[in-house]
């Protein structure tokens, strides 16, 4: 049976169209691309692994090395078992840090220019042959099925047909961060197909050959070599050589990466795909041999590899070779699609001039254009380099041994992904001289030898034979040589050199569970969107800055006004990730870095550190556990304790940005927590953007009873602050206590209008007394005044009525003085003479007071003795503190008071000769309602109402004991001026 070319060239370009026209339907429609999202959809979407050396070559590798051809599927089953510690990990890192290659996500860790071109160099050399394998094995297929050698021909058009549709696939439009649905669901189908062509045709051998399993018993018992031959060379050796190529080939190949991490729209299918995949590949791979002894046993005169198809042809079925055709081209065109696409936008980002991005770029420039264009230009280059590839290698028979030399290049990067994922210490020198070392390996172990067969560069010495290492089968020797090498470097020179800053940055964001990762904690200067817009635009240009900061806003959910240099911070390292998705992590950062850039003074400032832990704590992915879970639970309850305490609190940075901001200020404030943090200072509402801006660039660190007016009314406030201080002891930020104490002052208000009622009559009686005796003086000169007749006397008489009337007046102004003084505190302060303060105060107590006491004062005649504060409240203090002096007092006793000045403050003594205070009574004494007298003589609001008006004049009040016996009460004031 004989096909034509024409026949199977349009077999393969409607097959391709089909996958085409999946993929164009699922990016237009929404509910079909829903199905991408699926587990079992992004399962199959990693068949693409299966190439057409799964698909033709597996029969040729088990006919050449027997069992050894599930090594290449057991490596994979390793790889998706350590899913937990190995590819979720690098799914976490690439999705947070938006990096959609291999090259990127070296360059992100091992922060140099050279490290993504490298990788991406080496990548593109890797898988070349790989490339060229896909050509070779289509192009082959094609031969068996039209007995004939096809020309060049059909190969260029192949591979012209693949690049187109891969153009149509995956370089249609820039979408840096949106998944390609339609490309996972039509590489999803291509698995479907190869699983039931290889099935199908398996079937039909087992069947059509033996006559169904029976048979085949029979004739493997009739033929015991045919196992044997498959067993041998498991005995021999190899097989952890290839499980290891397997392993890294499962997640490091290009089109891997792309799908499992670039593709990936569900996180969570990676739970379905970690044993569904490897499921998949059970099934494609067990028929293998069943095909192979089917091949033997029908004595197929051609190459194992091409087994499958040659059955069909041997059956004369052109429909049963056309399905198998069909399945070789889906292997071919898959791998050769998703490769070029990862490959080209390595290419682009690394290996062209298209990533240096100029200032003096023509305002007419469009970034995605140039970006598409130079992705579709390396598509073509990439499929036209793996077709000169296939044009010089025509002569290596082999198919799985083009594709284990891909295999064996992608190992070379395990060490450096080792380090990436668990060695924070590892350097981009130890990294590059490495990798450096291991493609110098793969290519004198396995690429010199490759082109020594070609006839390319004939002659050249076997390197086993050279090393004396002739007993290692040559996979394991390359393995060994070239990983060896290449790990034992890295380790050597990473030790000898140090990481930079951005390393340890990019180190702690790789680490799994890692609650610090994440870039610099430093706050933009630019002071709002636009700024940061209008700087991007010159190096994007206008229209794409616009786009890329548009997306970031939109995806953090932040307003365009915002000026919050929190929310710029967050939309600063969006853009740079963004970008990365874009252009490379190295050049996003470089333009980041350039035109976004940090207030180098507010890195790393506690504030923003706490703040990030706290954001990644709460949005991180995975359950902490051990001493991290205990930890995070004290954090939450501490957390919860300073969100309900009654107090108003607010944390700041030392730039003044709000970092916390509780319940209780929210209710005080009207201002909810989620709108404050975040903000600057400045941003605030009246009133308090000017009183928490007065109350910081105060010297003060507390204002008692400040009266403020809002829209509810009058509120009085107590603020207290306190700085923030690093181990160097500078100061990171500020803490700000808010208390209410408006319901407090009234009553303590209400309490001391209360006490100066009480005194106001107790003067009232002692005014009374002391009335009495000048009015009789007044009474008695009257009575004499009719008995004169000398004028001098009469005027005598009348200066000695005046004396006494004005002596009425002043004992009369006194009380009246006294009773008129209630005034709030701070709201009329001055500068007092203490001395006379005291003075009235000794005056207006004698009035109420006991006659027997004397009152000695002494320093009130020291020079620049003033006292700052409201005449009226600490007359009251004065007057409490010497009735309390004047009660305690036995009869004849003696009260001190003096005064002097300390350190620009007036101290106040006021001191008796009574049986002094109970040492349990001390604590309490200025409690309200708290006494030691007898019960109903009484009130215990004296002290307390002294206490108070001294605090709400910055003051303070104590009492203590004398030794000599007796109380001291020592009242501290702020001194006004000397002068």
Not at 86 to 95: E, F, I, W
Not at 369 to 386: K, N
Not at 416 to 433: C, I, Q, S, V, Y
Not at 500 to 508: L, Q, S, T, V, Y
Request: charged content about 20%.
């Amino acid at each position: 049976m004989t096909l034509s070319l024409g026949l199977i060239y349009a077999v393969g370009v409607a097959y391709l169209a089909i996958l085409f026209g999946i993929a164009f339907v699922a990016d237009r429609s929404t509910r079909v691309g829903r199905l991408a999202a699926s587990p079992w959809v992004f399962s199959l979407s990693l068949g693409v692994y299966a190439t057409s050396w799964t698909f033709y070559g597996n029969i040729g590798f088990l006919a050449e090395q027997g069992y050894l051809y599930l090594t290449i599927y057991l490596g994979v089953t390793l790889a998706f078992a350590a899913t937990p510690w190995l590819l979720r990990p690098l799914l976490r890192l690439t999705r947070e840090q938006q990096l959609t290659s291999l090259a990127d996500l070296f360059a992100f860790r091992y922060r140099s220019r050279l490290t993504g071109p490298v990788v991406a160099l080496f990548m593109l050399a890797g898988v070349l042959p790989y490339i060229a394998l896909q050509i070779k094995a289509v192009t082959e297929s094609a031969a068996v099925l039209t007995a004939e050698t096809p020309p060049h021909l059909l190969a260029l058009a192949f591979s012209l047909t693949i690049a187109a549709f891969a153009i149509l696939f995956g370089a249609r439009h820039i979408a840096p961060r949106e998944k390609h649905a339609g490309l996972v669901l039509a590489i999803a189908f291509e698995s479907v197909i190869k699983l039931i062509a290889i099935l199908v045709i398996a079937a039909v051998a087992l069947f059509a050959v033996f006559g169904g399993p029976a048979g085949l018993n029979a004739w493997l018992d009739a033929n015991p070599g045919a196992t044997e031959a498959l067993y041998a060379p498991v005995r021999e050796g190899g097989w952890f050589a290839m499980m290891v190529l397997a392993f890294a080939a499962a997640f490091l190949l290009p089109r891997q990466f792309h799908m499992l991490f670039t593709e990936n729209i569900d996180p969570r299918a990676l739970n379905r795909a970690a044993w569904a995949f490897p499921a998949f590949l059970l099934l494609l791979n067990l028929p293998m041999p069943v095909l192979y002894w089917a091949g033997e046993a029908a004595g197929l005169a051609i190459d194992p590899n091409y087994y499958a198809i040659g059955i069909a042809g041997w059956l004369d079925s052109a429909t049963l070779a056309l399905l198998v055709f069909i399945g070789g081209v889906s292997a071919a065109s898959a791998m050769m699609i998703v490769t070029t696409l990862a490959l080209a936008h390595m290419g682009t980002n690394y290996l062209t001039p298209i990533g240096r991005l100029q200032e003096d770029d023509a305002p007419g420039s469009n970034l995605y254009r140039r970006l598409l264009w130079a992705r579709r230009t390396w598509v073509v280059l990439i499929i036209g380099l793996g077709y000169a590839f296939y044009g010089v290698l025509q002569v290596v028979e082999g198919l799985a041994e083009l594709g284990l030399i891909s295999f064996a290049a992608v190992a070379q990067l395990l060490p450096g992904l080792a380090g990436l994922l668990f060695w924070n210490r590892a350097t981009r020198f130890g990294f590059l001289a490495g990798l450096g070392a291991g493609i110098l390996g793969w290519m004198f172990t396995l690429v010199l030898p490759l082109l020594d067969t070609a006839g390319i560069l004939p002659g050249l010495p076997d390197p086993r034979n050279w090393l004396q290492a002739g007993h290692l089968d040559p996979w394991t020797f390359a393995l060994t040589l070239s990983l060896g090498v290449n790990a034992l470097l890295f380790v050597a020179v990473s030790l000898l050199t140090r990481p930079n800053p951005e390393e340890r940055e990019a180190g702690r964001a790789c680490c799994p569970g890692d609650a610090t990762a994440g870039t610099a904690g430093g706050l933009p200067l630019a002071g709002d969107v636009g700024e940061m817009e209008t700087a991007l635009a010159a190096t994007l240009g206008p229209g794409p800055a616009h786009h890329e900061v548009q997306r970031a806003l939109d995806e953090l959910g932040l307003p365009r006004h915002t000026r919050s240099r929190s929310d710029l911070r967050r939309l600063r390292e969006r853009i740079e990730r963004n970008l990365s998705g874009l252009l490379g992590p190295v050049l996003a950062r470089m333009i980041v870095d350039q035109h976004l850039r940090l207030d180098a003074a507010g890195r790393h400032t506690l504030g923003e550190s706490l703040r990030r832990v706290e954001e990644q704590l709460e949005t991180r992915a995975l359950p902490l556990s051990g001493l991290a879970a205990e930890l995070d639970a004290l954090r939450r309850f501490h957390r919860q304790i300073l969100h309900e305490l009654p107090l108003g609190v607010a944390s700041l940075t030392a730039s003044g940005e709000i970092t916390g901001w509780n319940q209780a200020l929210g209710q005080l404030t009207g201002i909810p927590p989620d709108t404050a943090t975040g903000q600057p200072l400045d941003s605030l509402p009246r009133p308090w953007r000017g009183l928490l801006t007065a109350f910081i660039e105060s010297p003060d660190r507390q204002w008692y009873k400040l009266h403020l007016e809002l829209e509810d009314g009058g509120r009085r406030l107590n603020l207290h602050k306190s700085d923030l201080l690093d181990s160097e002891g500078r100061r990171e930020g500020r803490i700000i206590l808010i208390e209410d104490v408006t319901d407090r002052a009234q009553l303590e208000a209400e309490i001391a209008h209360s006490d100066r009622l009480a005194s106001i009559g107790r003067f009232a009686a002692g005014v009374a007394h002391e009335i009495g005796n000048p009015l009789t003086g007044i009474a008695s000169l009257a009575q004499t005044l009719p008995l004169e007749d000398d004028p001098d006397e009469i005027r005598a008489v009348a200066d000695d009525v005046l004396a006494q009337t004005r002596r009425i007046n002043d004992i009369v102004q006194s009380l009246i003085t006294f009773a008129h003084a209630e005034e709030p505190a701070g709201s009329r302060f001055e500068d007092l003479d203490p001395a006379e303060l005291i003075h009235e105060a000794i005056r207006l107590t004698r009035l109420a007071g006991r006659k027997d006491l004397h009152f000695v004062t002494f320093g009130l005649d020291t020079p620049g003795l003033q006292v700052r504060g409201a005449r009226g409240p600490l007359l009251q203090v004065f007057i409490n503190l010497l009735t309390n002096a004047e009660q305690a007092s036995p009869e004849g006793a003696t009260v001190r008071v003096g005064a002097e000045r300390r350190d620009g403050r007036i101290r106040v003594a006021v001191e008796d000769e009574g049986a002094g205070i109970e040492p349990d009574s001390l604590d309490r004494l200025f409690e309200p309602f708290f006494t030691t007298k007898p019960t109903g003589q009484g009130t215990g609001l004296g002290l307390p109402v002294a206490y108070s008006i001294v605090q709400d004049h910055g003051g303070t009040l104590t009492a203590t004991n004398r030794p000599e016996g007796g109380a001291r009460f020592l009242l501290t004031l702020p001194g006004g001026d000397p002068s």
